[in-house]
């Protein structure tokens, strides 16, 4: 459903990173807006990362079952992904701050064609 998740035998996510100063964004860019610079690599991010902070949602747009858990994903290496926290009952109780994640996608629908719309959450790293 986004240009920088990568399906593929291992899907990942692929950011526009600055050579100058290392801030990670997913979409294009003409400049870096922490410094400036005009010079970008496109870089694999990490699979894995812990849970920077998040809410649970309990209130959504007609067609999006709520509750759900919306969060920030801070990655492995580097990198911050705002994603939602999938396969885990959203109960306060389920969802830590620090909690290890990993990338995880899902089939969103489905066209009359049979073309399936993939998206991606994070989901819990059994301890």
Not at 45 to 67: C, D, E, K, Q
Not at 78 to 93: A, F, H, L, T
């Amino acid at each position: 459903m986004v240009e920088y998740l990568h399906l593929n035998d291992e899907p990942h996510l692929v950011a526009n990173v600055c050579d100058n100063c290392g801030a990670t964004y997913f979409d294009r860019r003409n400049a870096c807006a922490a410094c400036g610079a005009r010079e970008f690599t496109a870089s694999r991010l990490a699979n894995t990362g812990s849970v920077r902070t998040f809410t649970i949602v309990h209130r959504a747009a007609r067609g999006v079952p709520a509750p759900y858990v919306s969060a920030v994903v801070d990655l492995d290496g580097g990198g911050r992904v705002k994603s939602n926290i999938i396969n885990v009952e959203p109960k306060p109780e389920n969802v830590t701050l620090g909690m290890r994640v990993r990338l995880a996608t899902y089939v969103t629908a489905t066209d009359d064609d049979g073309v399936e719309a993939v998206a991606f959450g994070y989901e819990p790293v059994a301890a």
